[in-house]
Each structure stands twice: as C-alpha cells, then as structure tokens.
C-alpha cells in the first residue's frame, strides 16, 4: 500500500513562460498515488503547478555594503540573429549563476539592452528564473539579492560561474561569460548571436509584428520600454494603443493579455489572447496564456487542448507545458498520455527548469507499482531541488518506495 503522503503546495500559477510571470490565487492540482482525478487526487494534496525548480538558497548574495559606497555594474550589448539581423521581437536577457536564472531586461527594436546589476530589480521575471519569489513554496532570492557590488568585494568574484544569456523560443543563443567582469570595465559585453532551431513549426515572432504600422510599431515599443522602467500601468496602456492602431497586432495582444491577467482581469486577458491567436495561429506566446488561464480554473480539456496545440508547434521549449499537459491528462484518467507528456518534458528540459516532471513521473509510477522506477525519480527531483519546501515530503515518498522496492524484491526469495 503506497504511503499517502499531503505535498505541500504554494498558490502559485506562472502566466507567461518567456516575458511576463506574475503570482494569483487558485491552484490547480497535480496527482498522487492512489488518485481518482479530480479535486485533490488520492488524498494527496496539492502540487504547485508553478513550473521552474525552488531553491531557497540563491547564488545571488546580498552583498552585505555600506551605505554609499556601492559600486554597481553596467552592463549593455545586442542580441541579433545568426544573419545579423535583430530579432524582431523583445528579448528576455537573463543571468545565469550556479544553474540558476535571473531575468534582467529586455531588448529594444534593434536588438540593444543595457541594465544595472547594482540595482533593485522590480521587472517582471522569467517564468524559467528560479530566484523570480513564487509565493509561500519559493523562497528564493530576494529581490535585494541583485544588490551591488561593495567596495572592498572583487566584482569577478561576485560574477565567479555567471553568464549573460538571450531568451526567446524557437532559438539557442550565445553566452558571454561575466566572471573577469569588473565595474570599471567597458559596459559593453559585445553581440549575442541567437540560432533557430530546425523541425519547429510555430513561432515567438508573429508576422504580424513587421506588418504593424510605424505609430503601432512605436506604441509597442514604448510598452516594453516601460517594463524594463518596471511602470506596468504605463506598458498596458502603450500595448492598448498599438493594438487599437493595429487590431492584427498578435504579439502585442498577447503582452496585453498577460498583463491584464496580472491585474486579475481574466475575461479581458482571454479576449487579449483569443485575439492574438485570430491575427496568428501559428504565434505560440497566446497559447501560454490560454492555458494557464485553464489551469486556474481547473478546466482540464482546455488544457489539454492549449498545451497540446502549443507543443504540436514547439516541442522543445517548453517544459512547463509538458508538465500541464501531464497533469491535465491525469485529471482526464488518460494515464498513458501523462506519462508520455512527463516523459517527454523530463527529455527536453536540458537545463532542468522544471523539477515537478520528475516528482510527478515518480507519481506515475508508483501507480503502475513500478517502485524502483519512482524511486529514481524523486531522487532526480531531491537532486534538482534538495531546500524546496515540499523536499522532506518527496524524502518520505522516496523512502516509502525504496521500502516497497525492495519488499518486492524480496517476496520471490521467501516463497
């Protein structure tokens, strides 16, 4: 008899995976062993259906300074494509330290960024940053954690194991290494290039966008200058204004929508994202949007459909949708699909921003009674995410299926 065990669960649902990611009640459930579907499978509990793994320990210090003697970095740069032409849509610039990521700003038209380490981040994080604060199960780093660099503390060795890297699906970027970066140093970190990927039919760079107008252009622009200026109230308004200018405008439909979802606007994010998707089926950023609306409400079937039109044009980047489409499937008593789905995210998820597919992989298969199997995958999750809040639960499940484990094992040898 698998051990029924309460997995501890924050109220945390991501809204957007690339851009935007903000915090609202509601937290759909995720499966235990034992589960029937529906409400809080088997006695389990909740799961957060936030995805990205929870550290509480950050590998962005605080620097510990003294008042007036901080001494922050600048960094700026470019993003283009491997033909040297800028993206065409804003790109997430993120920090990598210790396997961890840090969303820092995004890039204007022309691909260009420039952002202050030293300074108290208030943008609007990835959805893949693990120190971005999801509610009670994401201690995580502080927003303070970005703090400068004292005088007296070695910038290089603040920066010892960060890169700077470029975000946007559909595309592999370049890295820049910051560790020998000093904040003396010339600002500019140089070009990161970003490749396409091969074999993905949808697109984060809806068509749509070259075809705007240049007032609309202009609008759009202006939101995403408003982000990285953290005045969200301005950037829905600039984003309003460039879909009033242009009413095919997906890319900017879809920024509103994330934003009026924060707001807790949730009919207007659903009219944002249903217009997104009429201007360009094939923009996969309203797909996102869709679905974690469905998740909140527990709509399972919607799910299931978002997530799988979303992965049927992009399979490789997006994790957290295999994780939802996993659930969603569990909740549909479609056990095979689910595990298929966590398979596959646990496949692509190279830089393991979602922990869940591992622990919920394990769930499947204590179902299926494989213990050895389930065993293996909440070590890799314990391995992924050894200080979350739900680790001693997932200790305990471990525990209860290495026992089970091996009382099978051993049954054979008695009789």
């Not at 300074?65 to 993003?79: A, H």
């Not at 840090?102 to 120190?131: C, H, I, N, P, W």
């Not at 869709?290 to 997530?307: C, G, H, I, P, Q």
Request: proline share 6%.
């Amino acid at each position: 008899m698998i051990r029924r065990i309460l997995w501890i669960a924050s109220a945390a649902v991501v809204l957007s995976f690339t851009v935007f990611a903000q915090q609202r009640p509601g937290t759909p459930t995720a499966p235990g062993p034992g589960s029937t579907g529906g409400g809080a499978p088997g006695g389990i509990g909740n799961v957060p259906t936030s995805p990205g793994t929870t550290r509480p320990t950050s590998p962005f210090p605080d620097q510990g300074t003294t008042p007036g003697m901080n001494r922050p970095i600048f960094l700026s740069g470019k993003v283009t494509l491997d033909d040297g032409t800028p993206p065409g849509e804003p790109v997430t610039i993120v920090r990598v330290c210790g396997g961890m990521r840090r969303t820092e700003a995004y890039t204007d038209s022309k691909g260009r960024f420039s952002f202050e380490l030293g300074k108290e981040m208030d943008v609007m994080q990835d959805a893949s940053d693990d120190s971005f604060g999801r509610g009670t199960n994401m201690p995580g780093a502080s927003q303070r954690s970005m703090g400068a660099v004292g005088a007296g503390r070695d910038s290089s060795q603040f920066l010892s194991g960060c890169d700077l890297t470029a975000t946007l699906a559909g595309f592999r970027s370049d890295s820049v290494n910051l560790a020998m970066h000093r904040y003396m140093d010339n600002p500019d970190i140089g070009t990161i290039i970003m490749h396409r990927i091969g074999n993905v039919d949808g697109s984060t760079i809806s068509a749509t966008t070259a075809m705007a107008p240049k007032d609309a252009k202009k609008a759009y622009e202006k939101a995403f200058a408003a982000l990285n200026k953290k005045k969200m109230d301005e950037a829905e308004h600039e984003f309003q204004k460039a879909v009033d200018i242009y009413p095919k405008f997906a890319a900017a439909w879809s920024q509103l929508g994330a934003l009026q979802q924060q707001h807790g606007d949730v009919e207007a994010a659903r009219k944002s994202y249903t217009q997104a998707l009429a201007a360009d089926p094939k923009y996969v950023k309203p797909y996102e949007g869709m679905a974690s609306l469905a998740m909140r409400e527990s709509n399972w079937r919607e799910v299931k459909d978002d997530t799988d039109r979303l992965l049927s044009m992009n399979p490789l980047d997006y994790p957290d949708a295999w994780y939802y489409n996993a659930v969603a499937n569990y909740e549909l008593h479609d056990m095979e699909a689910a595990e298929k789905s966590a398979r596959e995210g646990i496949k692509t998820d190279r830089e393991h921003r979602n922990a869940k597919l591992s622990q919920l992989m394990g769930v499947l298969l204590a179902k299926k009674q494989d213990y050895a199997g389930a065993a293996q995958n909440f070590k890799d999750y314990l391995r992924l995410a050894p200080n979350s809040p739900d680790a001693e639960t997932v200790r305990k499940q471990l525990a209860s299926m290495e026992q089970q484990s091996q009382a099978s094992t051993a049954q054979p040898k008695q009789q």
